[in-house]
């Protein structure tokens, strides 16, 4: 981590059902306080019981959108991680269930600047997702799904770019 990131000294709970992805984590993030889960129960225990700042949930294995739903309801900070479940109605269902960013796992080696962007933009009361569109364009997602991938939900996701546009506006003001 680069000396003084915003991430210094939080604390996140990281939750994936594979043990290499929870120790690369906290290795990735070693200046945070790491709080590790690999199941679903163990994470909620972590969920109730601590002052997190931030949450990183698999979906798959551990039953990710319960969690969500959980740390939403304590307003933390939640950014969806998946590897398995890399698909548009994921990626739809984590933004409307309120996830702050969705990582694919491929993109792990980029987490801290992926959490860094969240932690900001609340800390401005602005979209998290802002950042991460300008990380994951639609061409990253056109490479992975094809051109139509959007299609399936075509005004979820006209809605979608047009609440992030309208925000970068009005940051650019």
Request: hydrophobic share 40%; glycine share 6%; with cysteine.
């Amino acid at each position: 981590m680069s000396e003084g990131s915003i991430l210094d000294g939080l604390r996140i709970l990281v939750v994936d059902d594979e043990p290499d992805i929870l120790e690369i984590v906290g290795e990735l993030l070693s200046k945070c306080r790491i709080f590790k889960a690999s199941t679903f129960a163990e994470a909620k225990k972590i969920l109730e019981s601590q002052e997190l700042d931030l949450a990183v949930l698999d979906i798959m294995g551990v039953n990710g959108y319960g969690l969500l739903e959980i740390a939403r309801e304590k307003n933390i900070p939640t950014v969806m991680l998946t590897a398995h479940a890399f698909t548009p109605d994921n990626l739809a269902k984590s933004i409307k269930e309120g996830a702050d960013s969705y990582i694919p796992k491929e993109e792990l080696g980029r987490i801290e600047e992926f959490l860094a962007d969240v932690i900001k933009a609340r800390k401005q009361g602005e979209s998290t997702w802002k950042y991460w569109e300008e990380k994951l364009p639609t061409s990253y997602f056109e490479r992975r799904w094809g051109a139509a991938w959007q299609n399936a939900d075509k005004a979820f996701w006209n809605t979608f770019r047009t609440s992030i546009q309208t925000r970068k506006d009005k940051d650019n003001q």
